[in-house]
């Protein structure tokens, strides 16, 4: 089954995109919660950190990667965070793993 993340992957469904490569997606959250409020998405379609394999760990080090290089590009260089939530308890809600970036606002903790 298809999840939202793979329709906007496939241009099914719009999104306010901000960098493509060949393996990663990264695009502006539809319900901001900040300012800058991003996501950075695998074009694989890994449903939850859980399913991170040995394999995937090239992956995973270029979508934090690209969360910093395009925070910095979209000038949060005084401070940003960066959120994965993993399953129910987590708090996904798109079973497609993605990491949310979120700055230029003071951040707290403990999150919610
Ligand atoms: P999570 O709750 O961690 O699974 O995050 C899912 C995120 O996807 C939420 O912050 C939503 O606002 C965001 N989202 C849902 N649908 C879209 C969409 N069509 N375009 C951009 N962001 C979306």
Do not use: S
């Amino acid at each position: 089954m298809d999840t939202l993340f793979t329709k906007i992957i496939n241009r099914e469904i719009p999104a306010k995109i901000i960098y493509e490569d060949d393996q990663v997606l990264a695009f502006h959250d539809i319900a901001p919660q900040a300012p800058v409020h991003f996501l950075v998405i695998p074009k694989k379609p890994i449903r939850t950190l859980n399913d991170l394999t040995e394999a995937d760990k090239g992956l995973a080090g270029h979508i934090l990667f690209t969360a910093q290089r395009l925070a910095l590009e979209l000038g949060c260089e005084e401070g940003f965070r960066v959120v994965m939530n993993c399953n129910e308890l987590g708090g996904q809600t798109v079973y497609h793993i993605h990491m949310h970036v979120l700055g230029q606002r003071q951040m707290h903790w403990p999150p919610g």
